[in-house]
């Protein structure tokens, strides 16, 4: 039989002793005590023992009443009781620096109160949105962004059975081109396999340093120009030597084989030992017939005077009977007389 108490011109209060306990017993069967008015409890501690518990308010407000400018105990967030394990905190926590331009300190921590501030514990999760702007990772200490637990993770930034061929395309598509996201974060592993597959089969065709006036070292290949191969040496943007498959050419001086010549028309070859030192040939000299292959014919076959010192060359023989020549710095020339000859003039003259 239902039963009713109704006070309509007064408040109603219940009081026991000090100390004392108040309990509504709606008897075995978990009945309902209904509150429909605001329920204000002004003790010290509140505890719900119900295993479901339902709340229509969309905003659950803690460290109500807070006074201080941020939350005067440094802390404030939900604590989950883990049984014989240590409890878990998900708060915000005042003293966090903070490390973006213009904001103010203090950040949501997760973590495990095992002594002190405790160990962090992780957030899993498949989607930060920062709203456009930096996310930033790490602002201290010297941690590192890591994909441990993963299985092969730098093997779905880039396949390197394309990169030796060329044929890896960094613009994305799938197309079996040796990417799987032009966005996709490498891992260390990851740069270090993608740069030894490439260096493997593709290699600089260039090296330079400088900006205004290079400095470099190049190939040119005859599969990419149709002009004979080479490898050019340029120093301040001018080329000084270059290596052909039959010859080199450095600095004016061209060497094919056992030959060594100029490579410029009409100029000297000069070689020079500074100081003291001596020119030396440590095998047999030999003077070829002037003019050589490429010398313009001279009348007679011989070259100008020379206007520092002596030129030796070679010709037909004459009444000298050696072929072998000189002109000086006078325009005196002549044919250096053979031993015989020189018996016989002895005599007749």
């Not at 050419?249 to 061209?254: K, S």
């Given at each position: 039989?239902?039963k009713?108490?109704?006070?309509?011109?007064?408040d109603?209060?219940?009081?026991?002793?000090?100390?004392g306990?108040?309990?509504?017993?709606?008897?075995?069967?978990?009945?309902?005590?209904?509150?429909?008015?605001?329920?204000?409890?002004?003790?010290?501690?509140?505890?719900?023992?119900?295993?479901?518990?339902t709340?229509?308010?969309?905003?659950?407000?803690?460290?109500h009443?807070?006074?201080?400018?941020?939350i005067?105990?440094?802390?404030?967030?939900?604590?989950?009781?883990?049984?014989?394990?240590?409890d878990?905190?998900?708060?915000?926590?005042?003293?966090?620096?903070?490390?973006?331009?213009?904001g103010?300190?203090?950040?949501?921590?997760?973590?495990?109160?095992?002594?002190?501030?405790?160990?962090?514990?992780?957030?899993?999760?498949?989607?930060?949105?920062t709203?456009?702007?930096d996310?930033?990772?790490i602002?201290?200490?010297?941690?590192?962004?890591?994909?441990?637990?993963?299985?092969?993770?730098?093997?779905?930034?880039?396949?390197?059975?394309?990169?030796?061929?060329?044929?890896?395309?960094?613009?994305?598509g799938?197309?079996?081109?040796?990417?799987?996201?032009?966005?996709?974060?490498?891992?260390?592993k990851?740069?270090?396999?993608?740069?030894?597959?490439?260096?493997?089969?593709?290699?600089?065709?260039?090296?330079?340093?400088?900006?205004?006036?290079?400095?470099?070292?190049?190939?040119?290949?005859?599969?990419?120009?149709?002009?004979?191969?080479?490898?050019?040496?340029?120093?301040?943007?001018?080329?000084?030597?270059?290596?052909?498959?039959?010859?080199?050419?450095?600095?004016?001086?061209?060497?094919?084989?056992?030959?060594?010549?100029?490579?410029?028309?009409?100029?000297?070859?000069?070689?020079?030992?500074?100081?003291?030192?001596?020119?030396?040939?440590?095998?047999?000299?030999?003077?070829?017939?002037?003019?050589?292959?490429?010398?313009?014919?001279?009348?007679?076959s011989?070259?100008?005077?020379?206007?520092?010192?002596?030129?030796?060359?070679?010709?037909?023989?004459?009444?000298?009977?050696?072929?072998?020549?000189?002109?000086?710095?006078f325009?005196?020339?002549?044919?250096?007389?053979?031993?015989?000859?020189s018996?016989?003039?002895?005599?007749?003259?």
């Amino acid at each position: 039989m239902s039963k009713f108490l109704r006070i309509p011109y007064g408040d109603y209060t219940i009081e026991t002793r000090d100390g004392g306990v108040i309990l509504l017993n709606t008897g075995n069967e978990n009945g309902v005590v209904r509150v429909t008015g605001d329920l204000i409890v002004q003790g010290n501690a509140t505890t719900v023992q119900s295993e479901n518990m339902t709340v229509r308010d969309n905003i659950i407000v803690v460290n109500h009443g807070e006074s201080g400018a941020g939350i005067t105990l440094d802390t404030a967030g939900i604590r989950v009781d883990r049984g014989t394990n240590a409890d878990t905190f998900m708060v915000f926590d005042e003293n966090i620096a903070n490390v973006i331009p213009g904001g103010s300190d203090g950040a949501f921590r997760l973590y495990i109160a095992d002594g002190g501030s405790g160990s962090l514990k992780g957030l899993q999760t498949n989607h930060i949105n920062t709203g456009g702007t930096d996310l930033y990772l790490i602002n201290n200490g010297t941690g590192v962004i890591t994909v441990t637990g993963t299985t092969d993770y730098e093997d779905k930034i880039f396949t390197y059975a394309d990169i030796a061929t060329g044929a890896i395309d960094l613009t994305g598509g799938d197309n079996n081109d040796g990417v799987v996201d032009p966005d996709t974060v490498p891992n260390t592993k990851a740069i270090v396999d993608y740069v030894n597959s490439y260096f493997a089969g593709v290699f600089q065709d260039r090296i330079e340093e400088g900006t205004l006036t290079k400095t470099y070292v190049e190939t040119i290949d005859r599969e990419e120009t149709g002009d004979p191969s080479l490898v050019q040496i340029g120093i301040d943007d001018v080329v000084v030597s270059e290596f052909y498959e039959d010859r080199a050419e450095i600095q004016g001086i061209r060497i094919s084989d056992t030959k060594i010549e100029s490579t410029v028309s009409n100029s000297d070859l000069t070689i020079s030992a500074p100081g003291t030192g001596t020119v030396r040939i440590n095998d047999t000299l030999q003077l070829n017939a002037t003019p050589a292959e490429d010398d313009l014919l001279l009348e007679p076959s011989a070259p100008d005077d020379s206007s520092a010192g002596l030129k030796l060359y070679v010709n037909v023989p004459k009444f000298g009977d050696t072929g072998l020549y000189f002109v000086n710095s006078f325009d005196r020339r002549d044919e250096i007389i053979s031993n015989n000859k020189s018996m016989v003039y002895s005599m007749i003259f």
